[in-house]
C-alpha cells in the first residue's frame, strides 16, 4: 500500500526544488543582468517577461507547492505522525506560508510600479534595489525549505 505522506513529502519536495532552481535563477542570474544591460532596458525584460510569461509560470508553481507543503501538514496532523518525522513537515508548511506573505504582500506589487516609472534610471534602479533584497529573502527561504524538504524525504525512506 502506498503511503500518503510519502506521496506528498515527494512531490511537495520535488516542487520545492524545482522553486528553488527558479527562484536561485532570478536572483543568480537574472537580476543582476541590470547593472551590465542598464536598468532601462532591463525593465523592458522585466515587462516582457516578469510581467508577462512569468505570470503563467510562477503562481501555479509557488501556490501548488503551498498546498502540498499544507496538504501534507494537514494528513501528517491526523495520521499523528512522530514528532522526528512530523517536524521538518511542518517547519516547510509555515516557511512557505511565510514565503507566499512575503510575495503577495511585497514582492509582487514591486514590479508592476516599473510602468511608471519607465524612464527614470533612479527611480527604476530603486525599484529593483527593493525587488532584488525582496527576492534574496525569498531564495533563502526556497533553499531552507528545499532543504528542510530533502531532510523529510530521507527521514522517510531511511
Do not use: C, K
Not at 542598464?38 to 508577462?52: F, H, K
Not at 499544507?70 to 509555515?94: E, G, N, W
Not at 503577495?104 to 514591486?110: C, H, K, S, Y
Request: aromatic share 10%; glycine share 4%.
Amino acid at each position: 500500500m502506498v503511503n500518503t505522506i510519502v506521496v506528498l513529502v515527494i512531490a511537495t519536495t520535488a516542487l520545492s526544488g524545482i522553486a528553488t532552481g527558479a527562484s536561485l535563477d532570478v536572483s543568480i542570474r537574472q537580476l543582476p543582468a541590470r547593472h551590465r544591460m542598464g536598468v532601462i532596458a532591463y525593465s523592458v525584460y522585466s515587462q516582457a517577461t516578469d510581467l508577462g510569461t512569468a505570470r503563467i509560470w510562477y503562481p501555479p508553481l509557488g501556490i501548488g507547492t503551498l498546498l502540498f507543503a499544507l496538504a501534507t501538514a494537514v494528513v501528517t496532523f491526523f495520521q499523528q505522525v512522530a514528532l522526528t518525522h512530523a517536524l521538518p513537515i511542518y517547519m516547510s508548511a509555515i516557511l512557505w506560508v511565510l514565503h507566499v506573505l512575503i510575495t503577495l504582500i511585497w514582492a509582487l506589487p514591486t514590479l508592476p510600479r516599473q510602468r511608471q516609472v519607465a524612464h527614470d534610471e533612479q527611480q527604476l534602479a530603486a525599484l529593483f534595489n527593493q525587488f532584488e533584497r525582496l527576492q534574496t529573502v525569498r531564495a533563502l527561504l526556497d533553499l531552507l525549505i528545499f532543504g528542510i524538504t530533502l531532510w523529510t524525504l530521507v527521514s522517510y525512506v531511511s
